[in-house]
């Protein structure tokens, strides 16, 4: 299979923004993504995996590649899973439908969250717990440590 060409997408936002508060960005594989906090209100512990390259999608990538890919993916959901309390769920999603570059959801999700058991882009189904939210995002620094620090073992490997 012979890939696309790699160009920036000059109406992608992805390829002109991080897509929220960057964490980690890093290059192994001959491929460079970045891990970023998605802010999503509602959800403290929603990230993204972004590959930096325009790429639709996931099969779009070597071999190679795409193993750091998903590496990357599995690091930070460890690095979730590690919060406590332990979530009840991680969602990883790779949608793209509003926006065709290739990245990854990964969210720690709670029984107490307003969407669960649905998805977080689904209807709510309750009010949201500002209690629950609170203390997961005093949790976000060590979560994003783990997270780099994985990544970092990942790239010196």
């Known amino acids: ?3 696309p060409a790699i160009e920036p997408n000059p109406s ?5 923004g991080t897509g929220g508060r960057l964490v980690w960005q890093g290059a192994r594989a001959g491929g460079a993504l970045r891990v970023i906090h998605a802010e999503e209100a509602g959800f403290p512990a929603f990230y993204r995996v972004v590959w930096a390259a325009h790429v639709a999608e996931f099969s779009d990538l070597p ?16 690095a979730l899973r ?3 309390p332990a979530p009840r769920k991680i969602n990883v999603a790779a949608l793209g439908n ?5 990245h990854w959801h990964v969210i720690a999700r ?4 307003s969407h669960f ?13 500002a209690a629950l939210e609170a ?5 976000l620094p060590a979560a994003e440590a783990r997270m780099v620090a994985a990544l970092e073992r990942l790239v010196a490997a």
């Open 1 to 3: 299979m012979t890939h």
């Open 98 to 102: 509003m926006v065709p570059h290739l």
């Open 63 to 78: 071999d190679a590649q795409r193993q750091w890919c998903m590496d990357a993916v599995v690091a930070v959901e460890l």
């Open 12 to 16: 992608c936002p992805l390829c002109h």
């Open 135 to 139: 203390e997961l995002t005093a949790q």
């Open 117 to 129: 058991p649905g998805s977080v882009w689904a209807a709510a189904q309750r009010e949201r717990n």
């Open 110 to 113: 709670y029984s107490g969250d």
């Open 82 to 84: 590690a919060m406590t």
